[in-house]
């Protein structure tokens, strides 16, 4: 079936590092892709998404590019900040129209001034 | 902005207690979904629903069950909680275009059974 596979953390990383958090899928047909945040304490939020092969989505200075070749949506970020500490969840839509996403088990990032 | 709300932020319940998890959208969203979060394990679906009255199993339904009579309500219903029901569950909604849309999450609550 379906998956995602996120790359397991905590990533621990200086302020002004440049962030990659890998993320490779599997999936029948063409899901849309997706990274979501969730700071301490809240509920996900979305970061950014793509919803078809060779899109790039960004936001807040973080970038993913849907690659079908490879299967991955990885998250770059040319200079993570502090305020960036947060869990990241990969995640992709299921090719069936009325279902969820699925998700990766969330990769944790923290930043240290 | 769309909005999603969840009646508790935390929770306390017994085991055996009845528990009933409330969540409202503003969006006139179809679509809604109930996610247990837990450490290492990232979100798993439990229950969804593409229209009012109706609902779909997600990958772990046993032991809950849920209610769906306005469109911009979504019940999640421990019917006896148990401890291994202990978790982080996350309300979400989303429009019509479920493979494009984005799911948009309410705050989570934190359910602790004792």
């Known amino acids: 079936g379906d998956s995602v596979t996120q790359m397991e953390g905590p990533v621990t990383l200086s302020e002004e590092a440049f962030l990659t958090i890998n993320c490779t899928y599997t999936?029948?047909?063409?899901?849309?892709l997706f990274w979501y945040v969730q700071y301490p304490g809240e509920g996900l939020q979305l970061l950014l998404k793509?919803?078809?092969?060779?899109d790039k989505g960004s936001n807040k200075g973080f970038e993913a590019t849907y690659r079908k070749e490879t299967t991955s949506f990885h998250l770059e970020k040319g200079s993570v900040q502090v305020s960036d500490s947060a869990v990241y969840f990969c995640?992709?839509?299921?090719?069936?129209?009325?279902?969820?996403?699925?998700f990766g088990k969330g990769t944790t990032l923290s930043v240290s001034s | 902005d769309v909005k999603v709300t969840q009646s508790s932020r935390y929770l306390v319940k017994r085991t055996g207690e009845k528990v009933f998890l409330e969540c409202v959208q503003d969006?006139?969203?179809?679509?809604m979904f109930w996610y247990r979060q837990d450490p290492g394990l990232g979100l798993r679906l439990i229950y969804f629903?593409?229209?009012?009255?109706?609902?779909e199993k997600g990958d772990i339904p046993e032991g809950y069950s849920v209610s769906r009579e306005k469109k911009e309500r979504f019940s999640l219903i421990l019917e006896s909680a148990s401890t291994n029901q202990t978790s982080m569950y996350l309300c979400?909604?989303?429009?019509?275009?479920?493979?494009?849309?984005?799911?948009?999450f309410g705050p989570g609550t934190r359910l602790t059974v004792l």
């Open positions: 979400a909604s989303t429009g019509t275009d479920t493979l494009r849309d984005t799911q948009y």
């Open positions: 999936a029948t047909g063409y899901p849309s």
């Open positions: 793509a919803t078809k092969a060779d």
């Open positions: 995640a992709l839509s299921r090719n069936q129209a009325g279902t969820a996403l699925i």
């Open positions: 969006m006139d969203h179809e679509n």
């Open positions: 629903s593409y229209d009012v009255k109706m609902k």
